[in-house]
């Protein structure tokens, strides 16, 4: 109900001048909603895994695909809303509502680096896969296996465990999960696909930090059914929690730099710019941010430098070319000033 709220004043205040302060309200109740829902749909991850079980022999009944469905269904109407929740954000922040840049401030190169805080989130992640797996080798692989999941499954869940504890992180940070490596012959310097690693990141630190972040920990200190060895549940539950939230604040990062170039941003005019520069002139490209609603390109482009710009008081303040050049064509500096 919170969610179809938000989503209802979102969507109908989006046309009108409402204040910065209504609409980080409205941001705030989407993200709010959505979260909630992403939270209590959290058991989603894994009974998504359940039902793939059913690929190497696990046992899929009929009530297991219905609650599949409506978990699935809180996460994604979650997602949708915070998504929702997104716009009005960008429309608090004054940001291009087509690729959620300030132009000017934020970052246009996917090839740039990570910022710092998004390494630290990636390590951690690594870190946290690593003490994991440490307890889990000290504990056991075989006696923490049920008896009814098949050997072929756990292996290959065990890979892709692995996988998205070292290849995933590392590849959310570094260039090389942006732009296809050189090893890589067929796609070397190319995009790699955003949602490729996006989507993986998100989806397993979301799975991650709510299930053993929120359901773990908290039956764990409930002591409602939690089975395993003291030290075994104090190192692998926090562990899996960095784990999942690492991979969420790295793919956030990732996300970000990986945003597609914005049409306006590609919308640049050229034209001689009467600027000194030793003897000779530069030619320049300005970029125009952006233009108002009804213009066009033609509209939107400024007057040459070289026209003059006249004053209410009817004085030209241009400076000729001859002057600049130093022929002694046109007004000196001191003299632009005409009775």
Known sequence: MLSTVAILLIRSGAERDWSTGVRWTLAALGWVSGASMVLYSFMFPLRLLMILGGLFGMDVSAADWVTLTAQGAGAIGGAATIAIAVTEQRRARGACQSCGRVHGRSPDLRDGPSPSWAYLAGYLAVAACVARFIAEIVHG????????????????????????????????????????????????????????????????????????????????????????????????????????????????????????????????????????????YTRCRRRLPGRAPGLSESDARPAPPDARAVRGDGVGHGLHRGAAEGDGGGLARGDQRRP
């Open 141 to 280: 692989f075989v006696s923490s296996k049920a008896p009814e999941i098949p050997w072929t499954f756990m292996i290959t869940f065990l890979v892709m465990m692995l996988l998205a504890g070292t290849l995933l992180p590392l590849a959310l940070v570094h260039r090389w999960g942006r732009i296809w490596p050189r090893w890589v012959l067929p796609l070397a310097g190319r995009k790699v696909p955003r949602w490729l690693v996006a989507g993986p990141g998100f989806f397993v630190g979301a799975g991650l930090t709510t299930y053993f972040g929120i359901g773990g920990m908290t039956a764990w200190a409930t002591g409602d059914n939690v089975d395993g060895a003291t030290w075994f549940l104090a190192v692998v539950l926090p562990a899996y929690t960095l784990w999942g939230l690492g991979l969420l604040v790295a793919a956030t990062s990732y996300f970000t730099l990986t945003r597609p170039e914005c049409a306006l941003s590609r919308l640049t005019v050229s034209y001689p710019r009467r600027t000194l520069h030793g003897d000779g």
